[in-house]
């Protein structure tokens, strides 16, 4: 093979024959969308919609801007300049079929942290009409006890009283809406595409509890002018490793710094409240809905949990990916009895979605042998992910005395990799989680009292009084520590004999 071409814009038409790239003419396009945070989930999902948009030869007004507000994004900046922005989509079918597809949506990335004005100006200019984020939960800094905006994180003290410096993300916006307000240009929507129940509304709340404070004023105009869309996303990308970058490199003969790889599937469902206008997604297979609720419930409670499921008992029995666990016709099997059992029916009713295709089609995804997801991204923070993916199913089955046998196994199962941190055979696990240390310390206390793992409320609310959940929850928690084997609960349960 010939040297392996560098990826950047003048390359674009010696690379190899098989890659696709975009073919618009990218100095024309206008960046009507600013992007905080951008991560392989942006890439793969915003910026493939956006870029599928602009080789539709729509939509020129859509050019995005990244930004990065802390220093740890120095280094994607400094590989995608030097790429011309671009970067490549590695799309892994299950067959083994790979499309290689140089995504040109991305034109410029400013960096908050070295320069804020320059990403308020840009978030000011009439030019952008969308500022969009995919900033994780964390980046919300909802306060867990109370739900409101965390005064007590020290960055937003410190944003409250410098708005032309801001860290937050919600420092930014303020600075930026409020230049918008005084020049008397439209403001902008604030369109969250992280895989958080209501994100918009959630991004509303956040950014008016420290608007509020900041500026009263300037919060009433926010809530007159500003559209937050709900949005429901979906879009599994595992986190892009070395072997990527050496695939690219050695099978397809071209060098790219950061490549993001994800599966064929995509679904972005948004609901249709633009202040100043959007893209034409719909060209390119979204969907703008009224409300957004159930198809992110039954997103969050069936894909999300599914992936709960697996990540942490597939992590205390020492599987790595996803596609290992559903491999095992055990943890198929098993999936499928939560979610048929014990998700679905408390679901409401999706429009235009058969729930049993929905689920078949989330076990073929999982099972992407070319998709090499690993548990360790599954149960990254999760103690933010049980109490919206599955806490909820357990809540409303008690409720109205529906199962809950499998997704308590999961509990218990996560008392016992919070404790002891290794898999059945003594391998240590990957943990990383804001709570670990809490959670470890809660869980240690099983051996003495059973429910101790329960009693962290800002997880796992009032279940710890809940009678016929704690029932259940001791013996399964009893049995897993006596026989750490999970195999033979979860067969148990399959068989009914639990
Ligand atoms: C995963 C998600 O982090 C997780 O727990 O379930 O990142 C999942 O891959 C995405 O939501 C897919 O859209």
């Given at each position: 093979m010939k040297d392996a071409i560098s990826l950047n814009q003048n390359n674009l038409h010696q690379l190899p024959d098989d890659v696709v790239y975009p073919e618009y003419n990218r100095s024309e396009l206008k960046t009507g969308i600013v992007h905080v945070g951008v991560g392989g989930f942006h890439r793969s999902h915003e910026a493939c919609y956006t870029d599928e948009l602009l080789g539709l030869g729509m939509g020129t007004d859509w050019g995005i801007c990244g930004v990065g507000v802390r220093a740890a994004d120095r280094k994607l900046r400094d590989i995608l300049k030097n790429q011309d922005f671009l970067y490549t989509l590695i799309v892994k079918h299950t067959d083994?079929?790979?499309?290689?597809?140089?995504?040109?949506?991305?034109?410029?990335?400013?960096?908050?942290?070295?320069d804020p004005a320059s990403v308020i100006d840009r978030m000011a200019s009439p030019e952008t009409k969308i500022v969009s984020l995919t900033i994780t939960e964390g980046g919300y800094n909802v306060d867990p006890a109370t739900g409101e905006f965390n005064f007590d994180n020290p960055d937003a003290k410190h944003d409250l009283n410098n708005p032309l410096q801001p860290k937050l993300v919600f420092g930014y916006l303020s600075s930026a809406l409020r230049k918008r307000r005084d020049a008397k240009i439209p403001a902008f929507t604030v369109q969250s595409c992280d895989n958080i129940q209501h994100n918009g509304d959630l991004t509303r709340k956040m950014l008016l509890g420290f608007v509020r404070e900041q500026d009263p004023e300037l919060a009433e105009w926010i809530e007159r002018e500003v559209c937050f869309p709900n949005a429901m996303v979906d879009r599994i990308t595992p986190v892009t490793t070395a072997a990527d970058m050496d695939y690219l490199k050695n099978q397809v003969g071209m060098r790219d710094g950061w490549p993001v790889t994800c599966e064929p599937f995509s679904q972005w469902v948004i609901e249709d409240k633009f202040s100043n206008g959007r893209p034409g997604w719909e060209a390119v297979g979204a969907q703008f809905v009224p409300d957004v609720t159930p198809y992110e419930k039954m997103k969050l409670r069936l894909l999300n949990a599914g992936h709960t499921v697996l990540g942490i008992l597939g992590s205390i029995h020492g599987f790595e990916t996803i596609d290992e666990c559903v491999s095992d016709e055990l943890f198929a099997k098993y999936l499928r009895a939560f979610m048929d059992s014990e998700a679905t029916p408390v679901l409401d009713a999706v429009d235009g979605v058969d729930l049993?295709?929905?689920?078949?089609?989330?076990?073929?995804?999982?099972?992407?042998?070319?998709?090499?997801?690993?548990?360790?991204?599954?149960?990254?923070?999760?103690?933010?992910?049980?109490?919206?993916?599955?806490?909820?199913?357990?809540?409303?089955?008690?409720?109205?005395?529906?199962?809950?046998?499998?997704?308590?196994?999961?509990?218990?199962?996560?008392?016992?990799?919070?404790?002891?941190?290794?898999?059945?055979?003594?391998?240590?696990?990957?943990?990383?989680?804001?709570?670990k240390d809490a959670l470890h310390r809660a869980a240690a206390g099983t051996s003495k009292e059973k429910l101790a793992f329960l009693k962290v409320e800002s997880v796992f609310g009032d279940l710890v009084q809940r009678k016929s959940f704690t029932d259940e929850y001791s013996r399964m928690v009893g049995k897993l520590y006596e026989n750490p084997d999970i195999t033979q609960h979860m067969q148990a349960l399959l068989n009914g004999r639990e």
């Open positions: 083994g079929k790979i499309e290689n597809r140089v995504i040109g949506s991305l034109v410029d990335f400013l960096m908050g942290c070295d049993d295709d929905y689920k078949d089609t989330l076990l073929e995804r999982f099972s992407n042998p070319n998709i090499k997801d690993n548990l360790a991204r599954i149960c990254l923070e999760s103690s933010s992910k049980l109490p919206v993916f599955l806490i909820p199913t357990i809540t409303e089955n008690l409720k109205q005395g529906g199962s809950i046998k499998y997704a308590t196994l999961v509990i218990a199962a996560w008392c016992y990799y919070s404790d002891k941190g290794v898999s059945k055979d003594g391998e240590q696990l990957e943990i990383v989680d804001e709570m």
